[in-house]
């Protein structure tokens, strides 16, 4: 049988270049045709520590990390300790005999790697270590030894041509190693009989980023955190060549507040941060929301409340992100569900607080934002645009009385025309104190009333243009699968490995989760048998939301480890409880 | 024909909004207000290209009173937002105004980072030693022991020193108003804005509701104006008179020219800049 499916995982201390491994491989992977999508795990601690980098390699798109690792490299004795038990019964473990003493009653193969000898003695050239390594994996699944040395000499063409034969030697170094010690090596190899032509390798922070590029954002602030300070160093980079600026606020209040200030100046801005970031910029969420500024808010969120564990996974700030602020604040929330969905995701974002002067939040995860994925490069000619309605004089013409400028003036929609600073007549005074429509504050019966409605006519109408759902499955099969965010790559491949077995089931995961989109949820929840909701939080924060709006039974299944959903356990529980909906 | 073009000088009321200020009678923030008008009309800025931020508090109300575009944000809050705005239009005048409890209590750690920036805008403290607006429990400008209604024990830590802690922090422009002289006040806002960084101006304007020890006789018996001779380029002599109790000088303690946020703002753009979608383009093309 021909294999389609190899997961790589290189282990050791961080800085022991773990990362430089596995981003070489997997640059080179995609230029081989492989789909890829990558798994890490950065150290808990600053310095050192235990760390890896996963690639799991596909003749066919893959929409989950791989539950268990078919090759191990692990550099020293921690890594193999710490990976062997999530080594396959059928798997190989390459190791550096100078660093680890493996087990002998393994369920694996074992080959002895001397990496470091290899690197030190035979090329006098320690530092190429990691190429030798990138050499012998490439070997192992059989990618074409040019997609390496175009790499090689893309990367290190600057340090000169000495520097690239070194590296191109040591890359030699590792594939005659393999070739010459590796018994039944045929065994891993893959060979994509289709290989995708044009894919790019992007991370969903990056994703983010270009996203945002894309839909004009010109200004973003954020304060480091983990995992979303990527997104900021991604725009600190690339804003400024459209005129754009991406600046470090001293805290997460600041972030939001500069972004508040620049959308009232004009631009389209964002911040992004974590599940702690986001509670310290609730306060002006709400200001956001009164003061109808339109902002994007990522929040890429991570495991457990308070510090919790930042480098760990969870979807745990959906209640947050929903609800999150006193007073009845609205706002929007989207939840993109692969790596390329962040782009487009992202995109909506801005297009919805633009059209919508409200603040819409983008939740990512650990996973999500962190991982790498080969994707199909987004058309841009199909990336629509949307900028905020302006007042003009003699435009729009949905000016106030007398054709004085009102900012909030009440409309359909609830969408009232913006004035940008300096433009002549607009002037007005953005607040956070109930106001009436020339935005001059009011504390009557009628104005709370009549604006409180305002605002969220706006959410309604938003709902209705909700960026669809992802489907996945049979659409006449009676078990549903309704589901959200990052949880969804586990979900479709367990669709798929049940769909193996006969087993019937389809997926539903709206893209906007706040208002939920009543057109895409309302149809599908009426017409499954049985309905399971699996998401990445110990209360089912999106069950509860489901069920409050939508009374029925549904099947909960949670995960609360810090961990995504393997797709095996997860088909498991599947069938488990479809056994007992008979 | 002659080509001269006049320009029409702008007057007080071109800059008055139609809100009618809020404020008790007899409140400090009636001068401000007055002297606010006064050096925007020295400039003779359009109130359309001026924006007033502020937070919360009585005196944050201000920017509803103005015909300027504002943008009262939440308490504290006023220094971000108006980071915000400069990184956008690094061009329009932007003044904040605010109380003291805004700047010195729950905004005290973003006054310290605007300055730090050297942010470009004039910023306004609007100082009276109490929180008006919920009735009057003292502020971090209060000196210890200071009995109001709603601090019926007193004041129980040292007051903040403003001018202090904006010398300490590395502010380009540190200066001491108080609303009975509005004509002087007028001046150093006007000096604050056309000033090239940071301008702080500490305001003394008593509420004549909540605060019946610092009241306007009080500052007056209180205030002296910086000597003649004084030099404000002398940092030294800027945290000596600073730190006088006795008199508390008005007028500009300290000035210098230091590289400021706008600067920063304008060094990050490329000299030609492309079509978002080129750039997004490009992106891809490295990520294949």
């Known amino acids: ?55 799991r390699l596909n003749t066919y798109r893959s929409y989950s990390k791989g539950d268990d690792v078919d090759i191990l490299l692990a550099f020293n004795q921690e890594a193999y300790d710490r990976n062997a038990a999530e080594t396959k019964d059928d798997g190989l473990l390459v190791y550096d005999p100078s660093e680890v003493t493996p087990s002998a009653d393994s369920h694996f193969v074992q080959v002895e790697f001397p990496l470091n000898d290899i690197a030190k003695n035979q090329l006098k050239f320690p530092i190429a270590k990691n ?25 290190w063409l600057r340090k000169g041509e000495s520097v690239v034969q070194k590296n191109l030697d040591a890359l030699r170094a590792g594939i005659d190693y393999v070739i010459e010690n590796v018994p039944q090596r045929d065994r891993f190899a893959l060979y994509p009989d289709k290989p995708h032509s044009g894919e790019i390798l992007m991370s969903g ?64 801005s964002m911040t992004a941060t974590s599940g702690p970031g986001f509670s310290l910029m609730i306060e002006m969420l709400g200001l956001a929301a009164m003061a109808e500024l339109p902002c994007v808010i990522v929040d890429a969120q991570r495991a457990g409340p308070s510090t919790g564990m930042p480098t760990r996974h969870e979807q745990g700030d959906l209640y947050q992100a929903a609800f999150a602020g006193h007073g009845e604040c609205p706002r929007i929330v989207l939840a993109p569900t692969s790596v390329r969905d962040c782009f487009y995701q992202t995109v909506n974002a801005f297009n919805l607080a633009e059209k919508y002067q409200t603040p819409v939040i983008l939740l990512g995860d650990t996973l999500l934002n962190v991982r790498s994925e080969s994707v199909p490069r987004p058309d841009l000619h199909e990336v629509k645009v949307v900028d905020r309605l ?26 009232s025309p913006m004035s940008i600073p300096g433009q002549e007549g607009g002037q007005y005074i953005a607040t956070g104190l109930e106001h009436n429509e020339e935005g001059l504050h009011r504390y009557d019966e009628a104005t709370h009333s009549i604006m409180t409605q305002k605002r969220f006519r706006k959410l309604e109408r938003a709902s209705l243009e909700a960026p669809e759902a992802d489907r996945f499955g049979d659409p006449d099969a009676e078990i549903g699968l309704l589901t959200w965010g990052s949880t969804v790559g586990s979900v479709i ?90 | 024909m002659s080509s001269v073009v006049t320009v029409e000088k702008r007057k007080v009321a071109d800059y008055k909004g139609d809100e009618r200020p809020t404020w008790c009678p007899g409140c400090g923030d009636f001068g401000v207000l007055n002297a606010v008008f006064n050096a925007l009309s020295s400039h003779n ?49 932007v003044l904040a105004m605010g109380g003291d409890g805004d700047a010195f209590a729950i905004g005290v750690g973003h006054l310290i980072h605007a300055i730090r920036r050297n942010l470009n805008i004039c910023y306004v403290v609007m100082d009276n030693a109490v929180y008006g607006l919920t009735k009057g429990q003292t502020s971090p400008t209060a000196e210890r022991g ?11 830590d040292p007051a903040v020193n403003p001018l202090l802690l904006a010398l300490a922090t590395g502010c380009t422009f540190v200066a001491r108003g108080f609303s009975s002289k509005p004509k002087d006040l007028a001046d150093l806002i006007a000096r604050g804005v056309a000033h090239e960084g940071f301008a702080f101006i500490d305001t003394y304007s008593p509420c004549p509701t909540f605060n019946t020890v610092n009241t306007f006789k009080y500052y007056r018996d209180a205030t002296d104006d910086l000597p003649a ?60």
């Not at chain 1, 729009?396 to 359909?412: A, I, K, P």
């Not at chain 2, 200071?146 to 129980?156: F, M, R």
Request: overall charge negative; charged content about 20%.
């Open chain 1, 1 to 55: 049988m021909t294999r389609n499916d190899l997961v790589i995982r290189v282990a050791g201390e961080a800085g022991e270049g773990i990362l430089s491994t596995g981003q070489l491989l997997t640059q080179a992977a995609l230029r081989g045709g492989f789909h890829v999508l990558t798994y890490s795990q950065p150290p808990s601690e600053i310095k050192g520590g235990h760390a890896f980098y996963q690639i």
């Open chain 1, 131 to 155: 190429v030798v390594a990138v050499g012998a994996l490439a070997e192992l699944f059989g990618l074409p030894t040019k997609h390496l040395d175009s790499l090689i000499e893309e990367r």
């Open chain 1, 205 to 268: 922070s990056e994703a983010i980023g270009l996203g945002a590029i894309a839909a004009g954002c010109s200004f973003m602030s954020g304060y480091p955190i983990t995992p979303a300070s990527d997104i900021k160093e991604f725009l600190e980079i690339h804003l400024p060549k459209t005129g754009g600026h991406a600046l470090q606020a001293e805290d997460e209040l600041a972030a939001i507040g500069m972004v508040l200030g620049a959308s009232f100046a004009g631009a389209k």
């Open chain 1, 390 to 415: 302006l007042f003009s004089e003699n435009g729009n013409g949905v000016s106030g009385v007398n054709g004085e400028y009102q900012r909030y003036v009440l409309t359909d929609n609830g969408v």
């Open chain 1, 493 to 582: 491949e367990a669709i798929r490995e049940g769909e193996r077995e006969g087993l019937k089931l389809d997926m539903l995961a709206p893209r906007m989760l706040m208002p939920l989109p009543e057109h895409e949820l309302r149809p599908f929840i009426e017409s499954k048998r049985v309905i399971i909701i699996p998401e990445v939080n110990y209360v089912g924060q999106f069950a509860n939301m489901v069920t409050s709006q939508y009374p029925r039974d549904y099947v909960r299944i949670n995960l609360y480890g810090g961990m995504p959903f393997r797709v095996d356990r997860l088909l498991e529980q599947i069938r488990e409880e479809v056994a007992q909906h008979v």
């Open chain 2, 45 to 93: 800025f359009d109130p359309q290209n001026v924006i007033i931020v502020s937070g919360i508090g009585c005196s944050s109300r201000l920017p509803f009173f103005t015909d300027a575009y504002g943008f009262h944000t939440v308490h504290g809050r006023a220094m971000p937002v108006a980071a915000g705005i400069r990184a956008v239009q690094p061009d329009m005048p």
């Open chain 2, 146 to 156: 200071l009995a109001t209604k709603a601090t019926p024990q007193g004041a129980s």
């Open chain 2, 229 to 288: 001779d004084y030099d404000p380029t002398d940092f030294n002599a800027a945290l000596r008179y600073a730190a006088s109790e006795d008199p508390l000088y008005l007028g500009l303690y300290y000035q210098a020219e230091q590289p400021t946020f706008e600067d920063h703002i304008r060094s990050t753009k490329p000299a030609a800049t492309s079509n978002a979608m080129t750039v997004v383009e490009g992106l891809f093309d490295q990520m294949s």
